[in-house]
């Protein structure tokens, strides 16, 4: 038969434990002052009148007691002569109740599983001396009666707690290194020790960390001093599959960094795509049965004191509970002020560290430290992200269209499914008619967007081949740059040239002329046609004196735009892609590596750059070879002028006749003529009635001129109205 008084479950079983320890605790405590307390001087009798007026509260006998030689405190009474004599006598605890107590807490300690306390002494290497130094300190927080008899038991009133002094007393075994700072007790923050002024440390208050006393009573919860530095990352609702190019990295870090190894490595995981790496770790966790949490670098303490509780703390989380934790290293090097650079930190934190740790870098970090697990994570390939996006938008996409945004949008599975959900809820809330294709381009590009906006300038793409004046040969490489844009799917992934090489895969053009000469317009044509998103590189947000800085700002804007949907057009291209140098002082080194790394991220970019720059031949030759495209836009002619001078006015403005040969005879490009249309029209605003005329254009050219600091001829924009035509006889 079965014990009847059996635990019923683990949480009955621990509370039966803790209250046998907590039994024996006081008997031990109990026989422990009975010891203490002197034999040899006979009970002192305590004389008390057969009738009593006592002025103030009655205290039952049992609880008096006095110490031979010492006064008793004066209770003001009257005491008549004739009374009878009771003796007190002590609640001595025999040797044989002790033993049986704690044979009793030994039995329940063997109990599966183990209690608490147990099984944190196995985890943690903990001798039966600390053992039982932990839980006095616990027992303080689970028993009311533990502060009183360690007063007494070190005969102290004003000492109602536990010290090291009153352990090594009262328990067998005791050790001293059982103090020490290496030993579980202190190292693993396991007591507090309140060790104040000139007080000696066996004599130091000794309390023990609210964490443990909860886990010892049975809650399992995030210590509160980490969870304020750290986020949970849980699982999405929907549990995404792994793309195959993933799995193997999960599969790796499963297999060869948390099974058998001793100590755990530091999975470190390498790459640009922050969201998949936080992806891979947490499904490795998930397969380990682990729960994953967050640390972000910017959250990281710099004081050495700070660092190591950090790593103490989540270290013996890792060893209460199964969780993991992901460190946010992705902007480690970034540029910054010397006092933002984590680096020290962070090397500090996984020194001292321990449990399964993930890091996730850009590169390879030279830190020494703990062995490493260094894995490269890249994004899904096109292949893996076109199958998704047909398995998530299913028979309603057609063939086509899965295709020609995993080309153009290089996204993880999460933001696949995110972005399909999204077009999906928008349907069926607004009933767009939308085409499918439109909606999802418009949620792809806005999903690239905030990556981008904080790092270059985005600009609206209004432009189209109609407004576009150049040309033929001009106009023909354009639209295959488009083209190109458009079928690299069908050419790298269907045909397979990216199968043999990850090389210059990316589109790259250079655009060159004079300013005004309509290099940005053209940007804007083809950012229109291939509705992608057309960022501008500023320049004096870019480059930098400082070593480094230059490198680290461009890498941001690359890295960025490698999601796709972007198209970048960096302007004066020349300030950044000069020619190379020759070395004769630490800036000609420096420029020159600045160039180098500028011609390596371009080759691997894989989306499209454009260049913008009026002086081509200050650009290094070995840059012009990596270029796709280089299409010049020289100075327009009288007919190209005349087409644009046609184009100029938009159909709302009020325009009189305007002779447009005389006006294509200025020499002009086709961003003066722009400026010359706007602020004609401004002055035309001002007339009565308004109306655009040949003599205010004249005028806005003539200001057009002066601002050019061009030679003016008054003649060229001297205006006489012509003579009116006789009527036909």
């Not at 063997?110 to 147990?118: R, T």
């Not at 729960?291 to 989540?314: C, S, V």
């Not at 007919?639 to 005389?662: C, I």
Request: proline share 7%; net charge negative; aromatic share 6%.
């Amino acid at each position: 038969m079965s014990d009847p008084q059996a635990p019923k479950n683990w949480t009955e079983s621990n509370e039966r434990y803790l209250q046998a320890a907590l039994d024996w605790l006081k008997l031990k405590l109990q026989a422990h002052i009975d010891e203490t307390s002197p034999k040899d001087v006979a009970p002192v009798p305590m004389i008390l009148p057969s009738s009593v007026a006592v002025r103030g509260p009655v205290f039952p006998l049992n609880l008096l007691r006095f110490r031979p030689g010492v006064r008793p405190q004066t209770v003001p009474q009257i005491v008549q002569p004739s009374t009878p004599q009771l003796m007190l006598t002590s609640n001595s605890v025999s040797v044989e109740k002790v033993a049986e107590a704690k044979e009793k807490m030994e039995t329940a300690s063997q109990s599966e599983p183990v209690p608490a306390l147990v099984r944190l002494a196995k985890l943690l290497g903990m001798s039966p001396y600390e053992i039982n130094v932990l839980l006095l300190c616990c027992a303080m927080e689970l028993s009311p009666e533990i502060a009183a008899l360690c007063a007494r038991a070190q005969k102290a009133a004003n000492c109602p707690y536990p010290t090291f002094a009153l352990t090594m007393a009262l328990f067998e075994d005791a050790a001293w290194e059982a103090l020490s700072p290496e030993r579980p007790l202190r190292y693993w923050r396991l007591l507090e020790i309140s060790q104040a002024g000139a007080t000696a440390l066996t004599n130091s208050p000794l309390r023990a960390d609210e964490r443990i006393v909860n886990w010892v009573k049975g809650l399992a919860y995030l210590d509160d001093r980490l969870s304020s530095l750290v986020t949970y990352l849980d699982a999405p609702e929907e549990e995404i599959t792994q793309p195959p190019s993933q799995q193997k990295v999960v599969d790796t870090i499963v297999k060869r960094g948390w099974r058998g190894a001793a100590p755990v490595p530091v999975v470190e995981l390498l790459g640009t795509d922050g969201p998949g790496k936080e992806s891979i770790a947490r499904t490795a966790a998930r397969q380990a049965n682990l729960h994953l949490y967050k640390l972000g670098i910017e959250q990281l303490p710099t004081t050495p004191g700070d660092i190591e509780t950090l790593a103490r703390l989540w270290h013996r989380e890792s060893l209460l509970l199964p969780v993991a934790l992901y460190v946010d290293a992705h902007n480690l090097l970034a540029a910054g002020a010397p006092a933002e650079n984590k680096a020290p930190a962070l090397s500090r934190f996984l020194s001292l560290c321990g449990g399964p740790l993930f890091l996730g870098v850009r590169e390879p970090w030279e830190r020494t430290g703990p062995s490493r697990l260094t894995l490269d994570v890249a994004l899904p390939t096109v292949a893996e992200q076109e199958k998704e996006w047909t398995a998530v938008l299913g028979a309603e996409a057609g063939p086509d269209l899965p295709g020609q945004v995993a080309a153009q949008f290089n996204l993880e599975f999460t933001t696949i499914h995110a972005v399909a959900a999204e077009v999906k809820e928008a349907e069926a809330i607004d009933g767009s008619e939308a085409p499918l294709r439109d909606r999802l381009w418009a949620a792809c590009r806005n999903k690239v967007r905030p990556q981008m906006d904080s790092l270059a300038q985005r600009l609206e793409p209004k432009a189209t081949w109609d407004d576009l004046v150049v040309n033929d040969d001009q106009k023909g490489l354009l639209q295959q740059l488009a083209a190109q844009v458009g079928q690299r799917n069908r050419v790298y992934e269907e045909w397979g040239f990216a199968a043999r090489t990850d090389r210059g895969l990316g589109i790259s053009a250079l655009f060159s002329g004079d300013s005004g000469t309509g290099k940005t317009m053209a940007a804007e044509v083809l950012a229109n046609h291939l509705q992608l998103n057309l960022y501008r590189i500023d320049l004096s947000a870019v480059v930098s004196k400082y070593i480094g800085e230059t490198e680290e700002n461009l890498r941001k804007v690359f890295d960025a735009a490698d999601n796709g949907g972007v198209i970048l057009f960096i302007d004066e291209a020349d300030a950044l892609f000069g020619k190379r140098t020759e070395i004769k002082d630490s800036h000609d080194r420096y420029a020159n590596i600045e160039i180098n790394y500028l011609l390596q991220r371009m080759e691997s970019y894989r989306g499209l750059a454009i260049l913008a720059t009026n002086m081509k031949s200050a650009l290094d030759t070995a840059f012009l070879r990596r270029l796709r495209f280089i299409i010049n836009f020289p100075f327009p002619g009288i007919a190209e002028r005349r087409r644009m001078w046609e184009k100029v006015f938009p159909s709302g403005a009020p325009v009189g006749e305007l002779d447009l040969d005389r006006l294509s005879r200025l020499n002009l490009t086709g961003g003066n003529i722009a400026n010359i249309a706007m602020n004609a029209a401004f002055l035309a605003a001002e007339q009565k009635p308004p109306l655009v005329t040949m003599p205010l254009v004249l005028a806005a050219a003539r200001t057009e001129a002066l601002k050019m600091e061009r030679p003016i001829n008054a003649a060229d924009f001297h205006w006489e109205e012509p003579e009116p035509r006789e009527a036909a006889a």
